[in-house]
């Protein structure tokens, strides 16, 4: 299922603030005791979304101090792992001997069963970040090289730790949006990524499952096809040779979700130039420009392409965009 909530303390009276910001987050994570300078008037705000066993959380607020003691664990532990991104200022967590601090485009990973002591720093704004919690059964990874990681800070802007940190905005951002039906879909995208990017943190020789291995591919190469879109020499060898894979092995990733290299390349492109083409902003530009800014350097192609994927002519469907009311679905 897909489980949205959203809490604002902005919306209590100040003198309740920072006790229901405690209550809301010892129920929605894990039990924690929180301290902080700003208690007086807390102002913080969560988005928690939640795809059945998988719940990612975005949060925003002031400097604080939180800890989780040996007795606490043993009156309750989900036996859960979570993930810190770090958007905005830092956080820092002291966990099994180690002490790691990330900053905006960082990660840390800690562990319920393990007691620990952490810190979050505003600076002049609020610290924020994403945390997913997951239980830690789920992770198709060696337990025991996992636990080497609790406690260190992660790079999140090589390729993978990039993606991981895309998704996982892009997730929290549309969570309003989604169906029951996405949920299973959501876990199973998030748990890949987030698999994939903890194998990289570990020695190479840690196995990933081969179906968790090639979704997260998938979803790695996708993303450069999005940033290269505008490219006209874009092409499925080139894709190829930038991630270090064989063209066969190219088109038989794409070939297992039901689509071509070509194919999902075309889709894209034309997608961003029909939004762009009910842009108002861009009513000026002549439509043979939209369409070499996507790729596109052929404009009796491009038009041909974009009729036939949505039954009108480019011209058309900017005309009927810029009506007063109008829609083209």
């Not at 859960?80 to 956080?91: C, I, Y």
């Not at 007691?115 to 610290?127: F, M, Q, T, V």
Request: proline content about 6%; some cysteine.
């Amino acid at each position: 299922m897909v489980l949205v909530t959203e809490f604002r303390t902005q919306d209590l009276p100040v003198a309740e603030r920072f006790a229901s910001w405690y209550e809301m987050t010892t129920g929605a994570f894990i039990p924690s005791v929180i301290r902080s300078d700003h208690e007086a008037d807390f102002r913080a705000h969560t988005r928690v979304l939640d795809v059945g066993g998988v719940q990612v959380s975005s949060l925003a607020y002031p400097s604080l101090e939180s800890r989780r003691s040996a007795s606490m664990i043993r009156v309750s532990d989900p036996e859960s792992l979570h993930l810190m991104l770090t958007l905005r200022g830092s956080h820092r967590i002291l966990q099994g001997g180690r002490d790691a601090t990330s900053g905006p485009g960082e990660a840390v990973l800690y562990d319920s069963s393990r007691p620990w002591h952490g810190w979050a720093a505003a600076g002049l704004d609020l610290a924020g970040g994403v945390v997913v919690q997951f239980p830690r059964s789920l992770l198709p990874l060696p337990a025991g090289k996992v636990r080497h990681l609790t406690g260190v800070r992660l790079c999140g802007r090589e390729p993978m730790g990039a993606l991981l940190s895309g998704y996982l905005t892009q997730l929290i951002a549309g969570a309003a949006t989604y169906t029951v039906a996405d949920g299973a879909r959501l876990a199973t995208v998030t748990l890949d990524l987030l698999t994939a990017f903890l194998a990289r943190h570990l020695e190479a020789s840690v196995p990933v499952p081969d179906r968790t291995h090639r979704n997260a591919q998938v979803l790695e190469i996708r993303a450069f096809i999005q940033r290269h879109l505008g490219d006209p020499e874009l092409s499925p060898s080139v894709i190829a040779t930038a991630h270090n894979i064989s063209l066969r092995s190219l088109h038989r990733l794409f070939g297992d979700q039901g689509m071509t290299v070509a194919g999902w390349i075309r889709t894209r492109r034309l997608e961003r130039c029909r939004r762009d083409l009910a842009d108002p902003l861009l009513q000026a530009r002549p439509v043979r420009a939209i369409a070499a800014r996507w790729g596109f350097t052929d404009p009796a192609h491009f038009s041909r392409a974009f009729r036939t994927a949505y039954g009108l002519s480019p011209q058309e469907h900017r005309r009927l965009s810029h009506w007063p009311g109008a829609s083209t679905g």
